[in-house]
């Protein structure tokens, strides 16, 4: 097994760099926030940076890349406070990738993409029809990473909307029925298969 400094691997091509970092965490999940501005247009971009912060309360949070590269979707949640996140299914694989496509503030990312926008009764925030597993976030707190000009975006849980059926009689959610896909690196995606359930694990 070789070892890879990070010296070394600071003299790489750019693009060969990021793959390979990017894949070290290994497989993630991936879905689209979905945001709307104050002028009313609408918004997603990829993520595949989210974690589960706690139950209860209900948070979940998200690295948003720097404003430079990434503004439209921060904004828009600092000014409504709201937004979806949507899980990526294989049926609309291409179409979501390519809302990680730099967009002008002013272009209706659904359109471009083809994906149908969709609100819920008292959501501001759009949701993706074609997604199987959708949830209603609200702001929490956007923490900055000042060492990466990032930002950990926070958000409590407000809303869920999925099949009953993928639910099991213990509140577990059988994502790889609802055909959730995972990403690696940059652009890499991949079917998700459940192995087991364990037990709760004691000394």
Same mark, same amino acid.
């Given at each position: 097994? /070789? ?10 091509? /750019?693009?060969? /760099? ?7 965490? $290994? ?5 689209? +926030?979905?945001?709307? =501005?104050?002028? $009313? ?28 590269? *990434? ?29 990680? *496509?730099?967009?002008?503030?002013? +272009?209706?990312?659904?359109? %471009? ?11 501001? %925030? ?16 956007? *923490? ?14 407000? =809303? ?7 639910? *099991? ?6 994502? =790889? ?14 079917? +998700?298969?459940?192995?087991? /359930? ?6």
């Amino acid at each position: 097994m /070789r070892q890879f400094l990070i010296e070394d691997i600071k003299t790489w091509d /750019r693009f060969y /760099r990021a793959n390979f970092v990017n894949c070290l965490t $290994g497989f993630k999940p991936v879905s689209l +926030v979905g945001s709307i =501005s104050n002028s $009313g247009v609408p918004n997603l971009s990829v993520v595949s940076s989210i974690v589960h912060l706690g139950a209860d309360p209900a948070l979940i949070g998200y690295i948003n890349r720097p404003i430079a590269a *990434a503004p439209d979707t921060i904004t828009n949640i600092e000014h409504t406070k709201c937004y979806t996140i949507n899980h990526i299914n294989e049926t609309f694989l291409q179409q979501a990738h390519q809302c990680s *496509a730099k967009y002008l503030p002013e +272009v209706n990312e659904f359109a %471009a993409t083809k994906l149908t926008e969709y609100y819920e009764d008292g959501i501001i %925030a759009p949701f993706v029809k074609e997604a199987l597993v959708r949830y209603e976030m609200e702001l929490v707190e956007i *923490a900055p990473i000042h060492y990466n000009n990032t930002f950990f975006v926070i958000g409590q849980l407000k =809303s869920v909307f999925l099949e009953e059926s993928i639910i *099991a009689s213990d509140g577990f959610i059988d994502l =790889s029925s609802a055909g959730s896909i995972v990403s690696i690196g940059l652009d890499g995606y991949a079917k +998700v298969e459940m192995i087991t /359930r364990l037990p709760y694990a004691k000394p």
